[in-house]
């Protein structure tokens, strides 16, 4: 089945620590992105890339990093500048042309602080 | 700026009734697109709906519905005949088209709906 997987599922994070988060999709799309919820409010763009070794800060980019060495991959680094890290973080893929597609999500990675 | 309002943070009904989302978005953009995601407690986003600027038909899916009004700048999704499997968060979401392609998606905090059995 075509889809997107995030793993793991659950993640702990001790202080200045940094941890990375995974993302694997096999739809063949161009653009991958990275999204974090937080309880009450809507998904926040952390980082996007449209094509392989590309990739653009979104809204909330501050104290995280990503790469895209690959189509089908595009790793989530957390590092230990993000000093409230604890949240949902959902990664998703779509085509990249004018109209607009729709994103495919995975079912996501909730991080929490020891 | 780009924003997507949806003022109802929880609603609850009781099984069988009908229920109405609201969304209002902004934008100074012509061209645009507007979803509609469901997330599960199970937490997965769900596509349910894309509509473009330039289409401002109604859209009914089965129970699901759509009202988009240009002239209010709304998007508004009604659930007939509820059921317990439509409890969920649901959000409206908005992308804009410029510079060429970009499908970067605003979303709105979300409203929890909660059908009783």
């Known amino acids: 089945d075509g889809g997107i997987t995030q793993s793991p599922k659950y993640l702990f994070r001790k202080e200045g620590q940094n941890v990375t988060l995974s993302c694997e999709q096999n739809l063949n799309h161009d653009a991958m992105y990275w999204y974090r919820q937080d309880p009450g409010q809507g998904l926040r763009l952390i980082y996007y890339?449209?094509?392989?070794?590309?990739?653009q800060k979104g809204d909330i980019a501050e104290g995280y990093s990503v790469s895209r060495e690959k189509k089908e991959s595009f790793p989530l680094t957390v590092t230990s500048a993000q000093k409230n890290p604890t949240a949902f973080y959902l990664c998703?893929?779509?085509?990249?042309?004018?109209?607009?597609?729709?994103?495919?999500f995975g079912d996501g990675t909730r991080l929490s602080i020891l | 700026a780009q924003k997507v309002t949806q003022a109802q943070t929880e609603i609850s009904v009781v099984e069988k009734e009908d229920v109405t989302l609201d969304c209002v978005y902004e934008?100074?953009?012509?061209?645009?697109?507007l979803f509609w995601y469901k997330q599960p407690p199970s937490g997965e986003l769900v596509f349910l709906i894309r509509?473009?600027?330039?289409?401002?038909q109604n859209e009914i899916s089965g129970r699901y519905s759509w009202n988009f009004q240009k002239s209010t700048s709304s998007f508004n999704f009604t659930i007939t005949a509820s059921q317990v499997v439509d409890s969920a968060v649901y959000f409206c979401?908005?992308?804009?088209?410029?510079?060429?392609?970009?499908?970067?998606?605003?979303f709105g905090t979300g409203t929890l709906l909660a059908v009783q059995p």
């Open positions: 509509r473009n600027s330039f289409d401002e």
């Open positions: 998703a893929s779509s085509p990249f042309d004018v109209s607009n597609q729709p994103q495919h």
């Open positions: 890339s449209q094509i392989v070794n590309d990739f």
């Open positions: 979401a908005l992308s804009e088209v410029y510079g060429g392609a970009t499908n970067k998606l605003i």
């Open positions: 934008t100074r953009d012509t061209t645009y697109y």
